[in-house]
Every structure is written in structure tokens, then in C-alpha cells.
Nanobody, 125 residues
Framework: QVRLVESGGGLVQAGGSLRLSCTAS????????IGWFRQAPGKEREFVGA????????YYTDSVKDRFTISRDNAKNAVYLRMSMLKPEDTAVYYC??????????????????WGQGTQVTVSS
């Protein structure tokens, strides 16, 4: 069992930056793909980005490319989502998730085995 906890959310003005953290307890998640998703009110959960167990080049959805960066520190059981040039449309609850066995479908919520409780990010205009 893996327990994921997100932190670092908050209120920020448009153009600002935030860094979200996703830390794991329980079994190490160094072999897991870690994905970031977000969900705005009234909308479906949306893929933001993902990083493989080996930290290879992360994947991002087009709307956050060149603004968001995912990194991981397996020694700390942590994955980070650095968000810059934030826009009001980035407002959502952000979740991290862990996929135990790599499927290649990192953009699908259904392939992830473990989820955090989410952290709110609000970007004001």
C-alpha cells in the first residue's frame, strides 16, 4: 500500500509560480510512474503530466508545456510539479497518482493504483 500526500497549493496571482510536492509513505514508489492530474469544478479530471520511475523526460499535456516541470527525488520518495506563468484556467484541485506497473497509458486516470487527496491551486486574474 502506498499513501500519497500532496502539498504546496494555494492562491497565486496570474503569472506567478507554485511548486507542488507529492510525497509517499509506505512502500517506496521509486519504481512507479507518477502522474499529476487536476480537476476544476464541473469538469472531468484532466491529465497534467507524468514522470517515469527512472526520471526520464516527463510527459505533459499541451496546455502546460513550457510552463510546468515535473521532477522526482526517489531518495525522498517525492515528486514535484513546478508551475510557472500560471493562468486563471490552471485553477483546480491537483492530484498526484502512482502507477505500480507501467502500462504506457500514463495519461489515463484509470491506470493509476494510488491517489493523493489533492491540493487546491487558485490563480487569480
Amino acid at each position: 500500500q502506498v499513501r500519497l500526500v500532496e502539498s504546496g497549493g494555494g492562491l497565486v496571482q496570474a503569472g506567478g509560480s507554485l511548486r507542488l510536492s507529492c510525497t509517499a509513505s509506505g512502500r517506496t514508489f521509486s519504481s512507479y510512474t507518477i502522474g499529476w492530474f487536476r480537476q476544476a469544478p464541473g469538469k472531468e479530471r484532466e491529465f497534467v503530466g507524468a514522470i517515469l520511475w527512472n526520471g526520464a523526460t516527463p510527459y505533459y499535456t499541451d496546455s502546460v508545456k513550457d510552463r510546468f516541470t515535473i521532477s522526482r527525488d526517489n531518495a525522498k520518495n517525492a515528486v514535484y510539479l513546478r508551475m510557472s506563468m500560471l493562468k486563471p484556467e490552471d485553477t483546480a484541485v491537483y492530484y498526484c497518482a502512482a502507477e505500480e506497473y507501467y502500462s504506457g497509458s500514463y495519461y489515463l486516470p484509470s491506470v493509476y493504483n494510488y491517489w493523493g487527496q489533492g491540493t487546491q491551486v487558485t490563480v487569480s486574474s
